[in-house]
C-alpha cells in the first residue's frame, strides 16, 4: 500500500489507497496478482475490515490498519495489502503517504483497482484525491473504464482541476466515451490493444492531452497480439491532433520500428526527471 517505485512505463511509482474491482475484465493483471497475496486457507487476519453499505457499494470495505495473518494458534505468518482480495477496499491508513514522500513522481494512483468504478463511495474518491491536494510535488494519475464517473463528479464540481491531476480513460480499442472536462489534463491509455482504434469524440470538444497505447501480456497474450496497422491508427490520429504518444514495451515486438515514447508538455519538468528520462528512451533530448 506504500507508495513503490513502478515497473509501468510510463509512471515511476504506484500508489494504492483504494484497491479491487468489479469490471471483471478477462485480461485484468490486478486481479491475478492480488489472489497471490490475499489471504489463504489457514490464514487468518488480526484485524478485520469493516464492512460498509452505502448507496451502490455493497461488498465494498474499509482497512484503518495492515493486515497481518496469523495460523489458527495466533502465529505470524505474513502481512497482506489485500485482506479482502480483490473487493474494493479503502485502506485509511495509506492517506499521508503522498506527503510523506517528499521526492516529486509521477504516481499511478490505485492501480490494483478503479477509483472511479460506479461501486465506489463518493467519499472514498474526495478521501483519495484530498490527500492528493495535500502533496502537490507530485503529479498524479488516474485512470478508470468508467469515465462517465469523471463527468457526473465534475458537473457537481467534485472533481479537482490542477495541473497535476491526470484524469485517464483506459479502453482497449477506443471504441468508448472518454473524459475532455475543459480545464481538465486527461489521457487515453489503449491497453490492452485489442482492435482497430476508433476515436469518438460525442462528449468531448478537444482531443485528449496523451495518449497510451501497449499491447496484453501474460497468460493468453500470445492469441491477442495487435495487429500493425491497429497501431499505426492510433499514431495517425496523434499526429493528426498533435496529441503525445507513448508506447509501452509490449509494443516492440509488433512495431519493429523504434518505440515513440513522447511525454505531455510539462510533464517531466514538474518531476525533474527530464535527463534520466531522456537518457532511456531517447538519447539526450526531452520528448516533450
Not at 501474460?218 to 491497429?230: I, L, M, N, V
Request: hydrophobic share 35%; aromatic share 12%; charged share 20%.
Amino acid at each position: 500500500m506504500n507508495i513503490h517505485k513502478s515497473k509501468i512505463e510510463w509512471c515511476s511509482h504506484t500508489w494504492n489507497p483504494v484497491t479491487g474491482c468489479l469490471h471483471g475484465c478477462p485480461y485484468c493483471y490486478a486481479r491475478v496478482m492480488t489472489n497471490r497475496f490475499k489471504p489463504h486457507a489457514a490464514e487468518w487476519p488480526t484485524e478485520e475490515t469493516t464492512v460498509i453499505n452505502e448507496a451502490n457499494s455493497e461488498g465494498c470495505f474499509i482497512a484503518m490498519r495492515p493486515t497481518a495473518l496469523r495460523d489458527p494458534d495466533g502465529n505470524y505468518l505474513r502481512s497482506t495489502p489485500y485482506p479482502k482480495g480483490f473487493s474494493p477496499t479503502i485502506h485509511m491508513f495509506t492517506m499521508n503517504y503522498p506527503e510523506k514522500r517528499l521526492t516529486p513522481s509521477r504516481i499511478f494512483v490505485s492501480s490494483m483497482g478503479d477509483l472511479f468504478g460506479d461501486w465506489v463511495p463518493e467519499s472514498w474518491i474526495t478521501t483519495v484525491l484530498n490527500a492528493c491536494a495535500v502533496a502537490p510535488q507530485h503529479i498524479y494519475m488516474f485512470l478508470t473504464k468508467n469515465p462517465k464517473r469523471y463527468i457526473e463528479l465534475a458537473k457537481s464540481d467534485a472533481l479537482p482541476r490542477r495541473k497535476n491531476f491526470w484524469y485517464g480513460t483506459s479502453t482497449p480499442t477506443g471504441d468508448t466515451e472518454y473524459f475532455w472536462g475543459d480545464g481538465y489534463k486527461t489521457f487515453i491509455s489503449v491497453e490492452p490493444i485489442l482492435g482497430p482504434f476508433t476515436e469518438h469524440k460525442a462528449l468531448t470538444r478537444r482531443p485528449a492531452d496523451w495518449v497510451i497505447v501497449g499491447a496484453m501480456t501474460g497468460a493468453g497474450a500470445k492469441k491477442h497480439q495487435p495487429k500493425r496497422e491497429w497501431i499505426q491508427g492510433i499514431v495517425d490520429t496523434c499526429r493528426h491532433d498533435g496529441t503525445p504518444l507513448f508506447m509501452k514495451d509490449s509494443i516492440l515486438p509488433i512495431w519493429e520500428d523504434p518505440l515513440i515514447r513522447q511525454y505531455p508538455a510539462g510533464m517531466l519538468a514538474h518531476t525533474g526527471e527530464e535527463a534520466a528520462v531522456c537518457k532511456r528512451t531517447c538519447g539526450g533530448s526531452p520528448q516533450e
